[in-house]
């Protein structure tokens, strides 16, 4: 088995979107991290947490996306 087949795989993109769902949801709340609330920003003008919100609705569009295929 090569490594296409196994990342074309439904298994392994339910995977993939549960694991960027879950650092997505620790993103939002930086301080599970210890990052204090006021110092955490990812880039310049991009809050942590906005960041993390979308790393962790990517993760849940992809684990919806896999469910619907076939």
């Known amino acids: ?3 296409n087949s ?3 795989g439904k298994q392994a993109r339910i995977v993939a979107g549960g694991l960027a ?3 997505g949801y620790v993103m939002m709340y930086p ?3 210890g990052i204090p609330l006021e ?3 990812l880039l310049p003008g991009v809050p942590f947490d906005l960041f993390g919100g979308i790393v ?3 993760g ?3 684990i919806a996306k896999a ?3 076939d």
Request: glycine share 0%.
């Open 56 to 58: 962790f609705a990517l």
């Open 31 to 33: 301080d599970l991290l």
């Open 39 to 41: 110092n955490a920003t």
């Open 60 to 62: 849940i569009f992809l």
């Open 6 to 8: 196994l990342l074309a």
């Open 1 to 3: 088995m090569d490594l």
């Open 67 to 69: 469910m619907q295929a």
């Open 21 to 23: 769902a879950a650092v």
